[in-house]
């Protein structure tokens, strides 16, 4: 996401909306039939869109999505992708939201909304200036420290137990070889232990750290997960921590569908949180690595929640996110004990958000 030359923090969010549309009277044909018919009734409506996904980020996008898909000829997989917002323009989200899913529930004779379990939402995350590395590793700790929260939170929101294999847990077993089915605190540890701190320092499988020597990007040999030469001391432990994350097992099932049978690999996509976005920005000062479909430059991902059915919807899970991101970073809650609903108060009073009442969309969640 972008920059700002502004010296206080900026958090900036964008939201991607799986959604599986039907064209109930059999008018599309084709997938292309009801993206262009859909984007003209969102221009319509005052939603500047476009088909296809540029990587601009200035206006809602229209894109094809495979995995909610069902057999059904006339229901159609679209993923809806917004533009960079900052948290000071969260009205005019919320509004622009409001009018996509009225129209999306005021075409039942044309275009219709079908509820599956199939669909997620994936907040996009960023921030001005760029997270530090000691600020990731804060972040990706409290998402093993609280994960079972936020599962709690999520799943009592949602009513089921459900789970999808593109958001598995970061030490999912069988997926993560440096987190997998590790205890919070061993996982946590495992996080320092890329910093440099902790039991045992920064080598073996504890962040997986390969020399990377005759495998460069040009020189056609396997490459491995590791580290050019080159990187500040910073910009080395914020690449490792990701690599903590994100790592995933050249025994998995994904190492099958990708290709990536001689060695681990980073792919964020796999896992709840995808901090592969990190990586990608290290690697333009010298960092690199095998990154599987990394993600978009200086973000973090947040791919577990569900799919929306309601602008609330979608907004509840941004606040989620953007409130989650904001406080798990803060220096005072590394080490803590605070419950969720601490660290997400702090989060809101760092973006401003307090006023909204945004934690009111969980009220009565035990998980809080």
Known sequence: MGSSSSSSPVIRFGIELELLLASTAN????????????SEKLIAAGV????????????WSIV??????????????VELVSPIYTTSEISTFHNTLVTIFDLLNSCPNDISLIPTDRASSHIHLSRDPPLSAEEAARLAKATLYYELALDSLILRELGSGRTTYWAQSNRAPGANPVLHELETCCAMNRIDMAMGRGDGGVVGVGVVVIDTAGAGPTSGAQPTCGIYPGGSEDLV??????????????????????????AHFVRGKTYKWDFSGLLSVAAKQALA?????P?????VEFRQPPG???A??????????????????????EGSTKALDIVLKLGEEEVGWEHLGGLKLFEGNEAL
């Open 27 to 38: 008018k599309h044909n084709s997938w292309d039939s009801l993206a262009r018919d859909l």
């Open 48 to 59: 500047p869109n476009h088909v296809g996904d540029d990587h601009t980020y200035a206006e």
């Open 64 to 77: 094809h999505e495979i995995t909610v898909k069902d057999h059904n000829p006339y229901h159609y997989g």
């Open 237 to 262: 432990r914020l690449a490792k921590v990701v690599m903590a994350v994100n790592m995933v097992s050249r025994d998995s099932r994904m190492a099958l569908c990708c290709g990536h049978l001689g």
């Open 289 to 293: 690595s095998t990154a599987e479909s």
């Open 295 to 299: 993600g978009i430059p200086n973000t």
């Open 308 to 310: 929306s059915k309601s």
């Open 312 to 333: 609330e919807d979608a907004l509840k899970w941004v606040v989620l996110a953007v409130a989650f991101f904001a406080g798990a970073v803060k220096p005072e809650v």
